[in-house]
């Protein structure tokens, strides 16, 4: 499938086939400059990313603290809406002060389930509180490969690889960092390419290649832009 997609691209002469030049060391986004930085790189080397730039606009920044504070609120968040995970977010905040590994441990399970957090989540919360009791430093990990850092994040249970991308992407604000395994960027790739199916993870990995070294930008262009197909959507009429 993607095989066939990079054909379609070849021909409409996409230079974003060409391998992009690495950025010496990880290019830090900490500001909407940054981010039009990235889109304007995007937008010179690919005609996907221009396309899709034009239809949804500006990406938002999305930076979120990082260390074990960011790491949480992104366990916290998985799989509801925005609304239901500020809410349950606020409530454990409030819950742990100062939010912290070994306050968030000293908590009763039924304390955190009464601020809305599943079973689940209190699992993990409370493995990634163990994990930096016993070793781990999301300090100076911070200074480690994208490599060492998913290792070390999806050693702890709970943490799957979605997760550790994620905190990648918004926590550190790595420019190349990217979640292959997102529905929602997968649904927008294959929108925005024109594939008949929704790439996988593997598919979609490849597929994000071509968008080195800002393929952490790429990512919010295609989220950007699958709000705005679903934007559409609903305002079309019946």
């Known amino acids: 499938m993607a095989e066939t997609s990079d054909r379609r691209h070849r021909q409409r002469g996409d230079r974003a086939l060409v391998p992009a030049k690495r950025l010496a060391g990880p290019h830090i986004i ?24 034009d239809a949804a606009g500006d990406p938002p920044l999305r930076r979120r603290a990082a260390g074990f504070e960011g790491l949480a609120r992104i366990i916290v968040g998985q799989q509801l809406s925005v609304a239901s995970a500020s809410a349950i977010w606020l409530r454990t905040a409030r819950l742990c002060q100062p939010f912290e590994p070994a306050v968030l441990a000293a908590l009763e399970d039924a304390q955190l389930a009464a601020a809305g957090l599943s079973r689940g989540k209190i699992r993990t919360l409370r493995a990634i509180s163990a994990a930096c009791g016993n070793g781990l430093d999301l300090a100076r990990l911070e200074a480690s490969s994208e490599a060492e850092i ?3 994040l999806t050693a702890i249970s709970g943490v799957g690889p979605w997760t550790a991308d994620i905190y990648i992407l918004f926590c550190l604000g790595r420019s190349d960092a990217f979640a292959p395994g997102d529905l929602a960027l997968q649904i927008g ?5 024109g594939l008949k199916q929704r790439p996988n993870t593997e598919e979609l990995r ?3 290649e071509r968008w080195r ?16 197909l679903k934007n559409v959507a609903r305002a079309s009429p019946l």
């Not at 790739?189 to 390419?193: D, I, N």
């Not at 070294?213 to 705005?228: D, F, I, N």
Request: proline share 2%; with cysteine; aromatic share 8%.
């Open 30 to 53: 900490v500001s909407d400059a940054d981010v039009r930085l990235g889109v304007k790189a995007l937008r010179r080397r690919c005609a996907i990313m221009r396309m899709v730039h």
């Open 150 to 152: 998913h290792d070390a």
């Open 189 to 193: 790739a294959q929108r925005a390419l």
């Open 206 to 208: 490849e597929i994000a």
């Open 213 to 228: 070294p800002w393929r952490g930008v790429a990512a919010r262009l295609l989220w950007t832009y699958y709000a705005h």
